[in-house]
């Protein structure tokens, strides 16, 4: 009860001041010098909305928050003293402003974000306890520079007589004691609000786009015009001539309000034109997977004459690429110049090598350039003979394969017959197993004639435990109430007397002279008039190092200019040399191009044979065994899962033809069962090309 007590004295001391922790770690940042410029009203409330989302009190104390926060060590004094203060007084008096803030988006503000929340909570603190402090001037800079009509929406809604007067006094003295918030809250707030309902109008002004002066517009005279008087003419004028009779106008005739025949005779060619279309669209789809099939006879022979056909090689295509101009950044420039230096650096080091007696290298390029050739063409042996091991593997499995399906026909044969005796045991035991059955039905049928009588003697016994449940039940009851009671009556007490304690008053007010120390003892303790001085020449000494950095700069960035341009002509003429190189490199290699010639080896030549004996004697099998050459065929399992997927699309197509024609079902509940079956086999459901349109 006394620690109650406490903290609430300790929360009525100082309004709108930080607590203790915020205290602290203001006096902690007081030492620390830092040079910013000014930050405005509105970085300064984005940046303490933000601190207010980070912040997590359950998970770490605003002490240790405010020192691992980074942002606000940037701060100069005077705006870090106004973001700890804000800071320290939201999450001091919470409880209080979430009751405004809740209300209001309840009420006015369900249209607006919820991840506003804690910028009202920022402008009902400064309102409620800062607004004496701070001053209306700067109160109302601080909500000019947020959005207009959020602030307007708000303000109104707090600053409202009737709101002030019942609801909000009323919740904040559950909170509070109620003379308290009647004295240094309600009282205030109601001071205050004439000259806040005026910021209030002028922000309805602003958003109305109302202004304040209104300009007198000049309204133009008329003058008349100064004509000069015309002179008296000797013939008199011509009497005027009568006005000509016109004829009567023709009515409009009826045909411009009828349609013209020729659009008539458009609609009816655009209509037959659709019906043809879809009946030619109908039979494409009917007959389309009819071209796209094989007979079985005729697979064995295409896959032998796709075999037979040659290998059909690419050959390079030699294009032109023009030396197109790009242009490169200082990076590319200093890295594409040192690489030319050091090609330059090594071709004089060979150079001066060659001078002083060292051997050229050009025999051994040419005798590794052969070694590399005999190497390429034992290589393209290598290949072709495990491709040609390959061939013969497969014939090899191929007659692997015929012989275990004779060994499979004669296993079937024997399964067959121990089947069928199996079958007749089986059938003997079920008949055996059904006399046992009856038998038992009978005894079954004998005992239940005496259930009848113990299931009342159960029954009976069951509602004597019931009764006898609910008396005990009834004395639990009335003890537990009467236990509760007891304990609602020592809580009221307790209650009355933690309200007591809270109602006694406190001393709030402490002043400070900031020319005295804090006293604490430290070697390099100074008071906050001293503090000013040292920055104010630590500011002067910043600029000037400021100053002499941006001359350094400037002189560093122009020799560095020099040095690009004099890279670049470098560049320049490296590239002209080596593309004359490589053009003269590249013509010497057309006329020493060498042609192919014809590679043989006698292991791709036995293989050959023993491919040739395999494929005979795999032909002659397949005769005597009477096995079509797609049966014996091993199909890989790509094919085949094709295969059987073509297949599955042209059945499925054919079915949803064959019920369209017949007018069994309507075509969504076609694509709807076709989708189920695709789902089923795994396949994918054929669509109508017309039901896309």
């Not at 197993?433 to 049928?445: A, C, G, H, R």
């Not at 694509?671 to 349109?693: H, N, P, V, W």
């Amino acid at each position: 009860m006394g620690s109650a007590g406490n903290s609430r004295e300790r929360q009525r001391q100082r309004r709108g001041q930080p607590g203790a922790a915020a205290a602290a770690a203001v006096q902690g940042r007081c030492g620390r010098f830092s040079m910013v410029k000014m930050v405005s009203h509105r970085e300064l409330i984005a940046l303490i909305v933000q601190q207010l989302n980070k912040f997590n009190p359950e998970n770490q104390s605003l002490e240790d928050f405010l020192n691992e926060s980074a942002v606000i060590q940037t701060l100069n004094v005077t705006e870090e003293k106004f973001v700890l203060d804000t800071l320290a007084g939201c999450t001091e008096y919470k409880s209080i402003l979430d009751v405004v803030v809740n209300a209001f988006y309840v009420q006015d503000g369900r249209y607006c974000p919820i991840s506003e929340r804690n910028l009202y909570i920022v402008i009902c603190y400064l309102a409620t306890f800062q607004l004496e402090e701070i001053g209306l001037q700067h109160f109302s800079r601080i909500v000019k520079s947020l959005d207009t009509a959020k602030m307007q929406q708000f303000l109104r809604f707090f600053f409202n007589d009737l709101h002030l007067n019942t609801w909000i006094k009323d919740e904040w003295s559950h909170i509070y004691d109620s003379v308290y918030v009647k004295e240094n809250l309600i009282d205030p707030l109601l001071r205050w609000q004439p000259k806040v309902q005026q910021l209030i109008e002028k922000l309805t002004d602003n958003l109305s786009n109302r202004s304040s002066t209104v300009k007198t517009s000049r309204v133009t005279q008329p003058k008349e015009f100064n004509l000069t008087a015309p002179k008296p003419r000797a013939i008199p004028p011509p009497s005027p001539a009568p006005l000509p009779v016109l004829p009567k106008r023709q009515p409009v005739p009826p045909s411009i309000y009828k349609p013209p025949k020729e659009r008539k005779q458009l609609e009816e060619i655009k209509t037959k034109n659709i019906r043809k279309a879809k009946d030619l669209l109908l039979e494409a789809n009917t007959n389309q997977f009819r071209c796209a099939t094989i007979k079985p006879e005729k697979r064995e022979n295409i896959h032998d004459s796709m075999e037979s056909k040659p290998v059909f090689k690419a050959q390079k295509i030699q294009s032109k690429i023009d030396n197109i101009p790009i242009k490169l950044n200082t990076a590319a420039i200093l890295r594409e110049g040192a690489l030319y230096q050091r090609k330059l650096e090594e071709e004089l080091k060979r150079v001066e090598n060659l001078q002083q007696g060292a051997g050229d290298s050009s025999e051994f390029l040419e005798w590794q350039k052969q070694m590399r050739g005999k190497d390429l063409e034992d290589q393209l042996a290598e290949i072709e003979c495990r491709k040609l091991q390959g061939k013969l593997s497969y014939e090899e499995a191929v007659l692997a394969h015929q012989n275990v399906t004779q060994e499979n026909k004669k296993k079937a044969d024997l399964l067959r017959e121990e089947k069928a005796e199996l079958m007749h045991l089986c059938a003997e035991k079920r008949l055996q197993e059904q006399k046992e059955m009856k038998e038992l039905v009978e005894q079954v049928m004998e005992g239940h004639k005496n259930v009848k009588q113990v299931k009342e003697k159960i029954q009976e016994y069951k509602q004597q435990i019931v009764q006898q449940v609910c008396e005990e039940s009834g004395e639990l009851l009335r003890q537990a109430l009467e236990e509760q009671e007891e304990k609602n009556r020592k809580r009221y007490e307790l209650i009355q007397q933690i309200r007591a304690l809270e109602s006694a008053p406190s001393i709030r007010h402490k002043f400070v002279d900031l020319t005295e120390t804090g006293g604490h003892g430290l070697f390099g303790e100074m008071s906050v008039v001293e503090l000013r001085e040292r920055l104010a020449l630590l500011k002067e000494a910043q600029k000037a190092a400021e100053e002499e950095k941006r001359d350094q700069i400037i002189h560093e960035k122009q020799a560095k200019e020099q040095l690009i341009l004099d890279k670049l002509d470098q560049i320049s003429q490296f590239r002209a040399e080596l593309g004359r190189a490589a053009a003269f490199k590249q013509e010497e290699k057309k006329k020493s191009q060498p042609g192919e010639r014809p590679m043989k080896d006698e292991r791709i030549l036995n293989l050959q044979k023993k491919i040739e004996e395999k494929t005979m004697e795999r032909k002659k099998q397949a005769g005597l065994l009477k096995i079509s050459p797609q049966k014996t065929r091993i199909v890989p399992s790509k094919d085949s899962f094709q295969w059987n997927h073509w297949k599955e699309l042209e059945e499925s197509r054919e079915r949803q033809f064959r019920m369209l024609q017949h007018g069994f079902m309507d075509r969504e509940a076609v694509q709807k069962k076709e989708l189920i079956a695709a789902a089923r086999t795994g396949a994918k459901a054929c669509i109508l090309r017309s039901d896309l349109k």
